[in-house]
């Protein structure tokens, strides 16, 4: 038995290559590895370019590897949600996805949709090889393991699947009126929120179309009447090593108690004259300083746009429903396979595929963790902080970057049982506003006056009723209206090397 699960990559100026080191030492880094790795593909991430890219950059590697694996290529919206919510998903030893944040949200919650839930969740860690526009959990789990992401995300991200070593990652229970989420990225009111939906339009430019889209938004600036609450995270936390860690000037600290455990019902289912300076909470727990400068992130490599070998046809659709929609291609061959023919493409046809579902179910049941909140629609108790009136943003994070080039919360680590809530009130300067903007790529947005970081363990958004506007959870839009989360610790395992 060959022993595998090593790779040193040996590098030049002109080219790169790998070559496997094994060691009997590492073979209980992913238990079961003698299983395949089931793969579900969006083709129309990002791009749109997902399928040509794991053919000629993730395939070779896995091959190399000896990483055997069978992929799926997704249909139509929830399709992975469907899939993994209906399929032995034990025969694999992980679940590998290949797009963007979309398509995570998707696995996430077909996974709770499992009255299996616990155990799934713990025997199958999640991958992610970054094709889409956001990827902002690809890069979150870089930058937890300290790997050069930005010179090649893709490498990076398929030897994390390659070593396959678990590390646990929060996730938060997000509940509106209608339904039972869980995200493991973040929940928007406002303004990024906006640019996230309305900057679909431009998904074929990739990034860039988030930064054009502020740019619109800051031009033609909107706020949002409500009320904001959140029950502040009670627990010292551990001063930041290396270069992300933030300190800002003193201000209160919030009053912290205990809120008392009940069961949330949700499984049924005008401007202010003056802006007070930048108040985060960083600095009620320790004072270091931010750096003043992060190198920017360089993007997806050049070499993206290389010309495979093979010709692959790919479905379009007239519209899409979602930030990373699915449709499929309509080939039922496949150009996949490893070493030895172990890995293969699967292809359903129609009466199974109809066996999904068309991923419009409405009454979708969902299991996991109760929650320990009051319902959406009672009074909260007095220990949770009240925030009422006019609102430029409202955004949660429990990851250090939103996109690849987004470092939203520095202070984030992959498990710590902390919500990062950021909060923007009416007043702000759109010079302000544009500096919080342009600090987003190394997170020095958290020095701008009007902004607040507060860590949480939960949150409640309640819209003012008449106002329109967007909901979004780790890039979904979600119905409008009342929302609240609470996180959960170490619910999911991620790969990572």
């Not at 593909?41 to 055997?68: D, M």
């Not at 401007?271 to 004072?287: K, L, N, P, Q, W």
């Not at 046809?313 to 030895?340: A, I, M, P, Q």
Request: aromatic letters at 8%; hydrophobic letters at 35%.
């Amino acid at each position: 038995m060959v022993h595998r699960s090593k790779i040193k990559l040996i590098s030049n100026d002109a080219t790169a290559s790998w070559r496997l080191i094994r060691s009997p030492s590492d073979r209980q880094t992913c238990p079961g590895e003698d299983r395949k790795l089931l793969v579900l593909l969006n083709p129309k991430s990002g791009p749109g370019r997902a399928r040509e890219t794991f053919q000629r950059r993730v395939h070779p590697i896995l091959s190399e590897a000896e990483k055997s694996y069978e992929i799926h290529i997704t249909k139509y919206p929830n399709y992975a949600r469907d899939f993994v919510r209906s399929k032995d998903i034990y025969q694999w030893s992980g679940l590998l996805m290949v797009g963007g944040d979309g398509i995570i949200f998707e696995v996430v919650n077909g996974l709770f949709e499992r009255p299996d839930w616990e155990k799934a969740m713990n025997q199958l860690p999640l991958g992610i090889i970054p094709c889409g526009s956001g990827n902002g959990l690809a890069k979150s789990i870089a930058h937890a393991a300290q790997e050069p992401f930005d010179l090649n995300p893709m490498l990076i991200s398929t030897l994390s699947v390659v070593k396959c070593r678990k590390t646990p990652m929060d996730l938060v229970r997000v509940e509106t009126r209608n339904q039972i989420l869980f995200s493991f990225l973040s929940v928007g009111w406002g303004l990024l929120s906006d640019i996230d939906i309305e900057s679909e339009k431009l998904r074929a430019i990739g990034g860039q179309r988030f930064t054009i889209w502020s740019l619109a938004r800051l031009i033609g600036l909107r706020t949002y009447k409500g009320k904001v609450s959140f029950l502040p995270y009670d627990k010292p936390i551990p001063k930041e090593n290396g270069t992300t860690g933030n300190g800002f000037q003193k201000d209160r600290q919030p009053d912290i108690g205990k809120i008392s455990h009940s069961k949330s019902y949700g499984d049924q289912l005008d401007r202010y004259s003056t802006i007070c300076e930048s108040r985060s909470y960083h600095d009620a727990i320790d004072g270091d300083q931010i750096p003043d400068a992060q190198e920017r992130i360089n993007g997806l490599d050049a070499n993206v746009d290389e010309v495979i070998t093979e010709s692959l046809s790919l479905e379009t659709g007239n519209h899409r429903r979602r930030l990373d929609s699915f449709y499929s291609v309509t080939s039922k061959k496949s150009t996949y396979y490893s070493t030895g023919g172990l890995s293969s493409y699967q292809s359903f046809s129609e009466s199974q595929s109809a066996e999904l579902g068309s991923g419009e179910s409405e009454n979708r049941i969902m299991y996991g963790p109760a929650s320990t909140l009051p319902a959406l629609t009672a009074a909260l108790p007095s220990t949770w902080t009240q925030v009422e009136g006019d609102f430029i943003m409202v955004h949660a994070s429990y990851q250090t970057h939103l996109g690849q080039d987004f470092l939203f919360a520095p202070r984030a680590k992959l498990a710590d049982g902390v919500i990062w809530l950021l909060v923007i009130r009416a007043g702000i300067t759109r010079a302000h506003l544009l500096q919080f903007l342009l600090g987003l790529s190394n997170g020095s947005h958290l020095n701008c006056p009007g902004v607040e970081m507060i860590p949480v363990k939960a949150f409640r958004i309640e819209p003012a009723e008449g106002m329109i506007g967007y909901l979004t959870v780790d890039g979904e839009a979600v119905d409008y209206g009342p929302l609240q989360a609470e996180v959960f610790p170490s619910l999911a395992n991620v790969m990572s090397t």
